[in-house]
């Protein structure tokens, strides 16, 4: 992640060695990261409240080892965008009764709602 700007990277949230962005920041990174010729490899969705990580493993998106980046971009791409339009993520945060519980307490959980993302040099 060292390469990606500090404009990009303070818009992240970082806990333990991973990165992830708010889910309207994802284009910026898949499309910053092609830029700078790193592969996008892909990620999964999480939400982030103070004391808690819930990841969803289940709702992911793969580059399945493209080598290139801009074919591991535009494959990213597309399968960020169907995911985005697959899923409810609140009705999946409702899962978890923390966060459950987060919501009933005035928490917001867009704001919390993250995907990890994954990033390799070419």
Same mark, same amino acid.
């Given at each position: 992640m060292q390469k990606l700007p500090n404009t990009l990277l303070?818009? &992240?949230? /970082?806990?333990?060695? *991973?990165? &992830?962005? =708010? /889910?309207?920041?994802?284009? *910026?990174?898949?499309?910053? &990261? *092609?830029?700078?010729? =790193?592969?996008? !490899?892909?990620? !999964?969705? !999480?939400?982030r409240i103070p004391d808690a990580t819930c990841e969803a493993k289940e709702i992911e998106v793969d580059s399945f080892g493209v080598k290139d980046c801009s074919k591991a971009a535009i494959r990213c791409r597309d399968a960020f965008n169907a995911v985005i339009s697959k899923h409810d993520f609140r009705a999946r945060a409702r899962d978890w009764k923390i966060l459950r519980d987060f919501e009933k307490q005035g928490g917001d959980l867009e704001s919390h709602t993250f995907f990890v993302w994954y990033l390799t040099e070419a």
């Open positions: 303070q818009k &992240a949230s /970082l806990r333990g060695n *991973e990165y &992830a962005w =708010l /889910l309207r920041d994802i284009p *910026e990174v898949i499309n910053t &990261a *092609e830029h700078l010729g =790193l592969i996008n !490899q892909g990620g !999964q969705l !999480q939400f």
